[in-house]
C-alpha cells in the first residue's frame, strides 16, 4: 500500500493526512511547531516535530521510502522551496507541493516539484463556477482548455436520450457519468433517457462547457 509523509500541518496539509486516514493509508506528519504535531498524534500514523529544511532529519526518518511526500508549507516560501529540493535530491518520487501564487509555483516545478497545487486559487474557480449558474455543482479544471463539469440536467434536455440531446455536436462535450439518487450510471448508454433531478458528469472544452452552464 502507497505510504505517504505530509510536511506542514496547516489547514490544507491537516486536511490531506487526515483524507488520507480515512481512506486508510499509512501517513507520517511532519511540522517543526510541536503544538501542531500534539493536535494530530492520536490522528495519523506517525506525527514528528523536526525543521525540513534540516536535511539529515529527513534522512533519518528514512523520507525517500515514502511514495509520495506533500510540502504543505505555505507563508514561508522559502522553506517550501528549499524542502522541495531536498527532497528530490534525497530521491523521493513523487513530491507534491502547495504554492500560493502563480510565480511560486513556477519555481517549484522548477526545483522538480512533481506536481504543484494551488487549493486557493482552484477552490476559489470552482466556488465562482458554482456561483454563476444554480446548476453547477462541481468544476474541476483540467488543464487550461478542457475542465470536468457536474450539472444538474438542464430542463430542455430532460426526457431526452443522451443521443438526442446531441450534447457532444452541439456543445462538444461528452457526458462520462450520470448521478441519479445514489446511483452512478459510469458510461451511459446513448439511449439512456435523461431523468429530472439527474447530475450530468460531462467533460469538453473550457468555452463549450460554458454554454451548458448557461443553459
Ligand atoms: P493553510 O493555508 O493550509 O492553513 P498556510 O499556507 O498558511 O497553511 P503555513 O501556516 O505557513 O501554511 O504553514 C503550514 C505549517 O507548516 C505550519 O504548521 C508550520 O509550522 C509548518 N512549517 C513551516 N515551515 C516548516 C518547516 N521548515 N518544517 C516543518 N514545518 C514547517
Keep these: 500500500m502507497k505510504q505517504f509523509a505530509v510536511i506542514g500541518l496547516g489547514r490544507f496539509g491537516t486536511s490531506v493526512a487526515q483524507t488520507l486516514m480515512m481512506m486508510g493509508y499509512e501517513v507520517l506528519v511532519i511540522d517543526e511547531d510541536q503544538e501542531k504535531i500534539q493536535e494530530v498524534v492520536n490522528q495519523v500514523t506517525h506525527a514528528i516535530q523536526a525543521d525540513a529544511k534540516d536535511e539529515n532529519a529527513l534522512k533519518a526518518l528514512g523520507i525517500r521510502n515514502f511514495d509520495v511526500v506533500i510540502v504543505a508549507i505555505g507563508k514561508d516560501t522559502e522553506a ?66 478542457y475542465s470536468i463539469l457536474e450539472v444538474v440536467a438542464p430542463d430542455l434536455l430532460v426526457g431526452k436520450t443522451l443521443r438526442q440531446s446531441d450534447l457532444r455536436v452541439k456543445y462538444g462535450v461528452t457526458v462520462m457519468a450520470v448521478k441519479r439518487g445514489r446511483e452512478i450510471l459510469v458510461s451511459p448508454s446513448p439511449d439512456e433517457p435523461i431523468r429530472e433531478n439527474d447530475i450530468l458528469v460531462a467533460i469538453g472544452e473550457n468555452a463549450k462547457l460554458r454554454s451548458i452552464e448557461r443553459e
Design 80 to 145: 517550501s522551496i528549499l524542502v522541495t529540493v531536498i527532497l528530490k535530491e534525497l530521491g523521493v518520487k513523487c513530491v507534491v507541493a502547495k504554492a500560493r501564487t502563480e510565480l511560486h509555483g513556477k519555481v517549484l516545478v522548477k526545483v522538480g516539484a512533481d506536481k504543484v497545487v494551488f487549493p486557493e486559487r482552484d477552490m476559489g474557480a470552482r466556488v465562482a463556477h458554482s456561483l454563476v449558474s444554480s446548476n453547477v455543482l462541481d468544476h474541476i479544471e483540467l488543464s487550461p482548455d
